[in-house]
């Protein structure tokens, strides 16, 4: 079979399509210019290498010689990996959604030779059926169109761009203020599943921005409620089938209210969002249960997505041997024969049934089952008239056992990119994963991160890539990829105190300012104002599967004001909450990690600093013990040596000096500093009688 353009390519999704029959281009000036010179319409297909409704699109219509005819004939085609360029991805998907009320992916566009979109839609079969048009019947209907209609489809395209650029305020108001914020916690209330966790109804998220926003809320305010609803939500996920209990690690979502059925696809961002979350929980609450979850979601990660001890893989598919799943479910006699005489208490404790456990999309059952738990171990235990122990000593022994049987079939795609964006989120989730742990291996990858991330990711004028490849990076970084790693190293920074970490984070942030701030939109463009490639830049707020950049951006220049006292940092920060405060207060829910933020601006009451002449000094570590582990979302805690000089920029570090030689501790509260203090005992007497803190 002979390749198409996109064997040139160095995307696993792009590669994926080389094969086809359809004469893909890339997303290149080469593409428009031969649409202009042919008059033909852009038929614009964005997707990525483990997306499951991609691969079926692909198998019945991309591969398809007939289907293949029609779209090369009507369209000049170009193909997208929507990991590569989220640029591209996040304007058309505004368009889809704008159009249709909705998206996803496979995202289908088709647009005018000059990159202005008149259709869109996700998924289309090979052939029209279930009120659903077929990919051939609507190549023909745009060609009729095209050539008979032309005016109007010009019309339409130039109507969408000009709504697009039309700023849809949907309210004027230019603050929020506490009682915001206690909108945003009724809200997520009134849409919180008491029964199974989590938020509104199937298909249902993880979305670990709603939980950070609710562990916080718990913390300053004490409001049972919300803990109550992060617990329930994290319990019923680790029990479900949105885990994998075999090899651990999160799927994408459930397709069902319960977290039984999931979508099998596991991605970085996933592990990273909700490692930051479990190791949160566990360091409000001290319930070891979510240490253990933690605990687990790293082993996965380790051994599946780890690159060279320094960096992370994407993610996996959901598909393999062409069917979504089957890396992951079993059948009963199968499972019979795997344990033996096991196979009757595991039965009983992973709910497996002999026509299978679950029902597929036109409800019938598959005979296959998906390993979960129906209730927590304590429970499993008394049925079974065992002890909790050692039901949690047999179930590890039958994941041994089961996990080896597993490795054998054939693995779903692993996607090799490393995406600069996707890491900064993961160096997120284990640096606070390494301040409840301590473990020495996470630190080794912390910094061996930052090593990667300076040979390979940063240019030489500061600037960064947003993901690496075959040994070659690619694609200039967009916001994300600054937001997300500028999140991660300040994480790393306050999580290690190793300053080489801030320092990084500094430099991104003042950078990101320059490519990505508009004055005029009082916020962050997605796309460097100078890099644009589509009719608008975008501009994002909205969370989605991962927290928005402008989401992001306000937690860490909240958080660089903090440290350095620079009014810029602080400026910015209030001109783009004014911007959120415009559309956020009418859906405060839908914006929760800059809730997140906001919450811990409206809360901060205190800063301690310790400074220490070196880390062997004894009053030293007695700080550091006090303050190890414990979780502070209204303070900062920093520990600093004057010796280390090249944070010289952070101004209100300056003013902090060792006293007699002595580690010695700064309390400010509200505007107001207390003495210096050389005594650990005196300085915790204070603490704990004005810092009003969990």
Request: hydrophobic share 40%.
């Amino acid at each position: 079979m002979s390749l198409n353009r996109l064997a040139k390519e160095k995307s696993p999704y792009l590669q994926q399509h080389a094969h086809n029959p359809v004469d893909w281009y890339p997303w290149c000036n080469e593409a428009f210019e031969i649409a202009k010179k042919l008059d033909k319409p852009i038929f614009l297909s964005i997707g990525y290498s483990t997306c499951h409704w991609c691969h079926v699109m692909e198998r019945e219509s991309f591969d398809d010689e007939k289907v293949a005819e029609v779209l090369n004939d009507v369209f000049v085609c170009i193909k997208v990996d929507r990991e590569e360029r989220p640029d591209i991805d996040a304007f058309y998907m505004k368009v889809c959604q704008m159009m249709t009320g909705s998206g996803g992916w496979p995202l289908t566009i088709i647009m005018t030779p000059d990159k202005k979109p008149f259709f869109a839609g996700t998924y289309f079969p090979k052939e029209s059926r279930y009120n659903r048009i077929g990919i051939v019947d609507l190549a023909l209907n745009v060609k009729n169109v095209w050539t008979n209609r032309r005016a109007d489809v010009e019309n339409s395209a130039n109507s969408l761009i000009e709504y697009l650029k039309q700023k849809n305020d949907e309210s004027k108001k230019d603050y929020l203020d506490e009682n915001y914020l206690e909108d945003a916690f009724q809200s997520l209330r009134f849409a919180f599943d008491k029964v199974y966790g989590g938020f509104g109804s199937a298909p249902k998220f993880p979305t670990p921005q709603n939980l950070l926003f609710l562990l916080d809320y718990f913390a300053l305010k004490n409001e049972q409620t919300a803990l109550q609803m992060v617990e329930k939500t994290l319990v019923k996920m680790r029990l479900g089938g949105i885990f994998d209990h075999i090899g651990f690690g999160f799927h994408r979502y459930s397709t069902d209210i319960k977290w039984l059925v999931p979508h099998f696809e596991k991605m970085l961002y996933d592990q990273a969002m909700l490692l930051y979350t479990y190791s949160k929980a566990y360091q409000i609450t001290k319930n070891q249960f979510y240490l253990n979850v933690a605990n687990e979601i790293v082993e996965y990660v380790l051994r599946e997505l780890l690159f060279e001890n320094k960096a992370f893989y994407s993610s996996e598919d959901a598909d393999s041997e062409g069917e979504e799943g089957k890396f992951y479910l079993f059948e009963y006699k199968e499972l019979q024969k795997i344990l033996g005489d096991e196979f009757e208490p595991f039965s009983k404790v992973f709910n497996v049934q002999s026509s299978g456990n679950f029902e597929d999309f036109f409800g019938e059952n598959v005979n296959k089952n998906i390993l979960h738990l129906s209730k927590p171990i304590s429970e499993l235990a008394d049925e079974l008239s065992i002890s909790p122990k050692n039901l949690e000593n047999k179930i590890d022994l039958w994941r041994k056992v089961i996990f080896d049987y597993r490795e054998k079939r054939e693995k779903p795609f692993k996607d090799k990119k490393i995406m600069t964006d996707w890491n900064g989120l993961m160096i997120a989730g284990l640096s606070v994963y390494y301040t409840v742990t301590k473990r020495k291996d996470i630190l080794e990858i912390l910094v061996n991160y930052l090593s990667f991330f300076k040979d390979n990711l940063l240019k030489e004028d500061g600037s960064i890539f947003h993901l690496y490849i075959d040994n070659q990076a690619k694609v200039d970084g967009f916001l994300d990829d600054y937001a997300f790693s500028i999140f991660g190293f300040i994480e790393a920074f306050e999580s290690t105190m190793k300053s080489e970490f801030l320092e990084m984070a500094n430099s991104l942030l003042d950078l990101s300012i320059v490519k990505f701030w508009s004055d005029d939109e009082k916020a962050f463009y997605f796309t460097s104002n100078d890099k644009c490639e589509t009719a608008i830049n975008t501009l994002d707020f909205f969370d989605g599967a991962v927290p928005s950049g402008n989401s992001v951006m306000f937690f860490v220049l909240n958080k660089f004001y903090l440290y350095s006292g620079i009014t810029d940092y602080f400026e910015k920060a209030e001109r783009l909450e004014k911007t959120f405060a415009k559309f956020a207060d009418s859906n405060p829910s839908a914006y929760n990690f800059f809730n997140f933020g906001l919450q811990r601006k409206f809360s901060h009451n205190f800063e301690v600093v310790v400074v220490y002449p070196d880390e062997n000094d004894e009053e030293f570590k007695k700080y550091k013990e006090f303050f190890e582990g414990k979780y502070f979302p209204n303070g900062l805690i920093i520990f600093f040596n004057p010796n280390y000089n090249k944070l010289s920029n952070f101004l209100f570090w300056n003013d902090y000096k060792l006293v007699q030689d002595k580690a010695t501790a700064y309390l400010c509260s509200n505007f107001s500093c207390s003495p210096p203090f050389t005594n650990f005992e005196l300085f915790v007497k204070e603490f704990e009688r004005n810092i009003n803190a969990k």
